[in-house]
């Protein structure tokens, strides 16, 4: 079993920057996927950023440019550096990890945090 716990939401200003982390207990992290995923008012979850078990880094359009996505193993972290924030940033963010080769989609997924909240005023 895999507990993930995402931090560092928050409320920002536009083009402020914040670093959501994700940090695991349990098994090892080493051997999955990690996605970051956002979900706005009255949308459906979306897919952001991942790096994926096969080391193929992903961005969405909307933040590509924008956001890092990171991990360390041996902390057993993840990390979403996200600047130059927008008012259409604002979401809950979700941390997610999976043990296949699928990254795109949320049931690639098998573990999820429980969200962390970013809102950016304008």
């Known amino acids: 079993q895999v507990q993930l716990v995402e931090s560092g939401g928050g409320l920002v200003q536009t083009g402020d920057s914040l670093t959501l982390s994700c940090t695991t207990s349990?098994?090892?992290?080493?051997?999955?996927?990690v996605g970051w995923f956002r979900q706005a008012p009255g949308k459906e979850r979306e897919l952001v950023a991942a790096k994926s078990r096969g080391l193929i880094i992903y961005y969405s359009d909307s933040v590509k440019g924008r956001f890092t996505i990171s991990r360390d193993n041996a902390k057993n972290s993840a990390y979403l550096q996200m600047s130059s924030l927008k008012p259409e940033d604002t979401a809950v963010y979700y941390c997610?990890?999976?043990?296949?080769?699928?990254?795109?989609?949320?049931?690639?997924?098998?573990?999820w945090g429980q969200g962390t909240q970013v809102t950016v005023s304008s």
């Open positions: 997610a990890a999976g043990s296949g080769w699928g990254f795109r989609r949320a049931y690639d997924y098998d573990y």
């Open positions: 349990g098994r090892t992290f080493n051997n999955y996927g």
